[in-house]
T-cell receptor, first 111, second 113 residues
Framework: GEDVEQSLFLSVREGDSSVINCTYT??????LYWYKQEPGAGLQLLTY?????DMKQDQRLTVLLNKKDKHLSLRIADTQTGDSAIYFC???????????FGSGTKLNVKP | EPEVTQTPSHQVTQMGQEVILRCVPI?????FYWYRQILGQKVEFLVS????????KSEIFDDQFSVERPDGSNFTLKIRSTKLEDSAMYFC???????????FGQGTRLTVV
């Protein structure tokens, strides 16, 4: 079955780049997503990438997809304390918004 | 900005009791979903709902679970006889169509004692 794995914690200093990694098993995934969850809030879609793309950039966010290795990463440039949150990787075959989520990576940004 | 709202934020219930978790999706959305996250585990898909019927459900969504849209605005998840292992954060989500962005609520933490 589908499996999405992430490391649980990442700690960086303010101003540094953060790289959050994710691996997945389902080769039929059509879409891959990054969601952000701040304390007491819901899951907020940050960005997504189609499986036929290698890279997507959106302001401070860069998503890299290595389809051969089934590896997805999210790079946050110039990380700010406001970026402290849990980041979830998710994949979907593209139907009915049925996502398979990772466990989430808790990003701690130290001033 | 429109948002999905869930009530209550925290619900404590005794084992064996029925519980209803409520969600108000974004008003022009047509697809609705429930996910759950047991503490320390992954967010898991439970069910999707469209046109007043279940579109897809996971193995977790057994006969103890049901969903409905009773009044055209609320979207509810009912657990008939709660078990300790139903303790989790339950997230509701909605989307305009099946492959456009799903917006998630802030979650309801269900604690079964």
């Amino acid at each position: 079955g589908e499996d999405v794995e992430q490391s649980l914690f990442l700690s960086v200093r303010e101003g540094d780049s953060s790289v959050i990694n994710c691996t997945y098993t389902d080769s039929s995934s059509t879409y891959l997503y990054w969601y952000k969850q701040e304390p007491g809030a819901g899951l907020q879609l940050l960005t997504y990438i189609f499986s036929n793309m290698d890279m997507k950039q959106d302001q401070r966010l860069t998503v890299l997809l290595n389809k051969k290795d089934k590896h997805l990463s999210l790079r946050i440039a110039d990380t700010q304390t406001g970026d402290s949150a849990i980041y979830f990787c998710a994949e979907s075959p593209g139907n009915f918004n049925k996502f398979y989520f990772g466990s989430g990576t808790k990003l701690n940004v130290k001033p | 900005e429109p948002e999905v709202t869930q009530t209550p934020s925290h619900q404590v219930t005794q084992m064996g009791q029925e519980v209803i978790l409520r969600c108000v999706p974004i008003s022009n959305h047509l697809y609705f979903y429930w996910y759950r996250q047991i503490l320390g585990q992954k967010v898991e898909f439970l069910v999707s709902f469209y046109n007043n019927e279940i579109s897809e459900k996971s193995e977790i969504f057994d006969d103890q679970f049901s969903v409905e849209r009773p009044d055209g605005s609320n979207f509810t998840l009912k657990i008939r006889s709660t078990k300790l292992e139903d303790s989790a954060m339950y997230f509701c989500a909605s989307s305009v169509s099946m492959n456009t962005e799903a917006f998630f609520g802030q979650g309801t933490r269900l604690t079964v004692v």
